[in-house]
């Protein structure tokens, strides 16, 4: 997979997200991109785990990447107005990243214990996917990685799209 724009990736502790993709500003829709510089903001938190830089790191790349697909008409998301049309985005951009080959980095990091302020022991969840879609997803595109590459590169769209309506009709 080849990205051909340049990315500056950012640590910035103020961010209450593990991560956050920024647009050019004054963003150029349907100008060639290559010239723009597309920011990733990251949480410091997220540098202590290796699999968790990775997966927050596949999940911005995601973004960029369905992003791009249209140069510059593809979809683009506020984190903090999380509509119901935006949260769709989200999950297609986690889905994104699994298929990509990401997956067993989310999988070792989406789930995480921490205690909080009142010693109340917790666990944070990154992503969007629930459980059941991430287990879904996972045994599609990781588990059954080798029935996904015997499928010939012409009849792939149609596969994908056929696990994409098995994913609405089970958790949509």
Known sequence: ???????????????????????????PKGKNLDSYVFAFFINPEVLVDFNQFVAVMSHELSHLLLFSHNNGH????????????TIEIEKATDITAIIIGFGHYI????????????????????????????????????NNRSKFRKVPKKKRKTFIQKIVETFKNTFI
């Open 1 to 27: 997979m080849e990205i051909p724009y340049k990315i500056k990736v950012s640590v910035d502790k103020d961010l209450e997200n593990p991560g956050l993709f920024s647009l050019p500003s004054p963003f």
């Open 74 to 85: 593809g979809h683009v998301c506020s984190p903090y107005r999380l509509t119901g049309a």
């Open 107 to 142: 999988k070792e990091a989406r789930k995480r214990d921490f205690v909080n302020e009142e010693g109340i022991l917790l666990t944070r969840t990154l992503g969007y996917l629930s459980d059941q879609e991430f287990e879904f997803i996972y045994d599609c595109f990781i």
